[in-house]
């Protein structure tokens, strides 16, 4: 047995629990990553679940701001709620992995020397998803699933008497782990002052609880089902693609016996929310390894009903610099990509989604004419049949549309402050990073001497006017001074004097927009 860290907040409500007489246990996920942390500092453990014999009233009379809305017997608090009712003062220590950084990025809005005041606005980054993050502690009741008919949920939940019987309901052996805590050791820490945010507990001070073998599969890196794979994954289709995505996430290999259930089931997949699935696909493109996480939902059959269009790009010839079918560059233009955002990363991979559809031969050449507004289209179905936010679904077009952009030394500033604002401020460094993995992805080098000179001008424009806004003139002063009447005309003007100033920034004078805005009238 070895010292652990976890949260104190953690301890907090374990102690909670067990001082009102009853059993807290920290189980599943959390358990396998406390254990893997010790020996890979890289690893954090953001998403603590417990489970207790008190019944979910119970547990809501335990913890204020406390509630209730399922009919699984989970009890939820924020962290917020928690540090606010705990009697000891945390010493909270900045995380870099917590802190939203804009290093290493070409258009760092919030830091450039010479930035457009009406940018200001731009400078927010774009926020994580809420399947990307949890804000959440949950309680549940020891409990027993009823029957499963639809490939999805329990039918019914009954009330456990036992740790045991929770765990046998779970779906992997690494995440039917359980971890008591010793209650006099949760007291010593809490009746402190003061302690840190994370706490060492000693081998002595804590029992980990293992039914199914979980710790010798975590040890052999090995993804393998609590009892039968084919009736786990026939009670819950998404445990398909939670067992690819560990794999990918942890590097660790699926049990034989597992992966074979998994290519026998996976046209059970058509029976789960596209939400849920959203949900791991995105966790696996976020993890170290989504190539291989693309390969195996091929090679299981699960591909199909995920992404039937990257399909089709399996033996389709490239030119050019191309090496290899669109499949294949597909692939690795993922794994090359520098970005970790899994909506970038995602806009790289279906990038060329539209070759197959552009295909023709000319002189015995292949081509893809217009493939780029064509896989734009399909990519925008594709984030609609996802479930993704309007935000990421025009990210994600916005990406693939623009991806083909081409720069040549005698391209003017003004075609460069286009480019600008048609991609948007807070994509520039997504697609780049979608380029560079196009470029990796095909053979090519990571960047060239056009592609270094155009970043060096993209930036040198940041303090341009980007917008009709940053006119020194607007639609009151063309009323005032010209005597104009509101209407369509008025925005016709304002959007010709705008392309003026794109053109030529040093017009942007009230007095020269004026004088110009007289010709127009």
């Keep these: 047995m070895i010292t652990i860290t976890v949260d104190t907040e953690v301890l907090f409500i374990i102690h909670t629990l067990q001082k009102a007489g009853f059993e807290a246990y920290i189980v599943g996920g959390a358990v396998r990553d406390i254990l893997l942390a010790v020996d890979d500092d890289s690893i954090s453990v953001t998403d603590f679940d417990f489970t207790t014999n008190a019944k979910p009233k119970e547990i809501l009379e335990l913890f204020a701001d406390s509630f209730y809305e399922n009919t699984f017997g989970t009890v939820s608090i924020t962290r917020e709620h928690v540090r606010e009712h705990m009697p000891v003062a945390l010493s909270l220590a900045l995380h870099d992995d917590n802190l939203s950084s804009t290093n290493n990025k070409l258009i760092d809005i919030e830091s450039a020397s010479k930035i457009h005041e009406s940018l200001a606005d731009a400078t927010h980054q774009h926020k994580a998803p809420e399947y990307q993050t949890k804000a959440l502690y949950e309680i549940t009741t020891f409990r027993s699933d009823g029957a499963y008919t639809n490939n999805r949920h329990p039918e019914t939940v009954?009330?456990?008497?036992?740790?045991?019987?929770?765990?046998?309901?779970?779906?992997?052996?690494?995440?039917?782990?359980a971890l008591e805590i010793d209650q006099a050791f949760c007291t010593s820490i809490l009746e402190k002052k003061e302690t840190s945010e994370y706490t060492q507990v000693p081998a002595e001070a804590y029992t980990l609880i293992d039914y199914h073998e979980g710790i010798t599969d975590l040890k052999n890196g090995l993804i393998r089902t609590v009892g039968n794979p084919n009736k786990r994954f026939m009670e819950?289709?998404?445990?398909?693609?939670?067992?690819?995505?560990?794999?990918v996430q942890?590097?660790?290999?699926?049990?034989?016996?597992?992966?074979?259930a998994i290519e026998t089931h996976a046209k059970l997949l058509q029976n789960i929310s596209w939400e849920r699935i959203r949900d791991e696909f995105l966790k696996m493109l976020a993890s170290n390894y989504p190539r291989e996480a693309i390969e195996i939902l091929d090679a299981c059959g699960c591909l199909?009903?995920?992404?039937?269009?990257?399909?089709?790009?399996?033996?389709?010839?490239?030119?050019?610099?191309?090496?290899?079918?669109?499949?294949?560059?597909?692939?690795?233009?993922?794994?090359?990509?520098?970005?970790?955002?899994?909506?970038?990363?995602?806009?790289?991979?279906?990038?060329?989604?539209?070759?197959?559809d552009t295909f023709k031969r000319i002189n015995g050449q292949p081509t893809f004419?217009?493939?780029?507004?064509?896989?734009?289209?399909?990519?925008?179905?594709?984030?609609?049949?996802?479930?993704?936010?309007?935000?990421?679904?025009?990210?994600?077009?916005?990406?693939?549309?623009?991806?083909?952009?081409?720069?040549?030394?005698?391209?003017?500033?003004a075609s460069i402050r286009r480019f600008m604002r048609k991609v948007g401020l807070n994509n520039i460094d997504d697609i780049l990073d979608l380029r560079e993995g196009d470029r990796l992805g095909s053979g090519a080098k990571k960047t060239s001497w056009r592609l270094e000179e155009m970043k060096q001008r993209m930036v040198e424009q940041l303090h341009q006017p980007f917008a009709i806004k940053d006119l020194a003139i607007n639609g009151?002063?063309?009323?005032?001074?010209?005597?104009?009447?509101?209407?369509?005309?008025?925005?016709e003007i304002l959007q010709q004097l705008f392309e003026e100033v794109l053109e030529d920034p040093e017009l942007n004078t009230r007095e020269a927009l004026l004088e110009k805005a007289k010709e127009l009238a």
């Design 158 to 177: 009954t009330w456990g008497e036992s740790l045991k019987e929770d765990v046998d309901r779970r779906d992997f052996t690494i995440n039917a782990l």
């Design 236 to 247: 819950d289709a998404l445990r398909i693609l939670r067992a690819i995505r560990f794999s």
């Design 250 to 260: 942890l590097n660790m290999q699926i049990e034989d016996e597992t992966y074979a």
């Design 304 to 356: 199909e009903y995920l992404l039937p269009e990257l399909l089709l790009g399996k033996g389709v010839e490239q030119g050019g610099h191309h090496t290899t079918d669109v499949w294949e560059h597909s692939l690795a233009a993922l794994e090359t990509c520098p970005s970790k955002d899994p909506i970038v990363r995602l806009a790289t991979l279906i990038h060329d989604i539209g070759k197959p």
């Design 369 to 413: 004419y217009n493939h780029e507004v064509v896989g734009a289209h399909m990519a925008k179905s594709i984030c609609r049949r996802l479930k993704l936010s309007k935000e990421e679904t025009e990210r994600i077009f916005i990406l693939v549309r623009n991806h083909m952009f081409y720069y040549q030394p005698e391209n003017t500033d």
């Design 476 to 491: 009151h002063d063309l009323m005032n001074e010209l005597g104009l009447k509101p209407g369509p005309r008025l925005g």
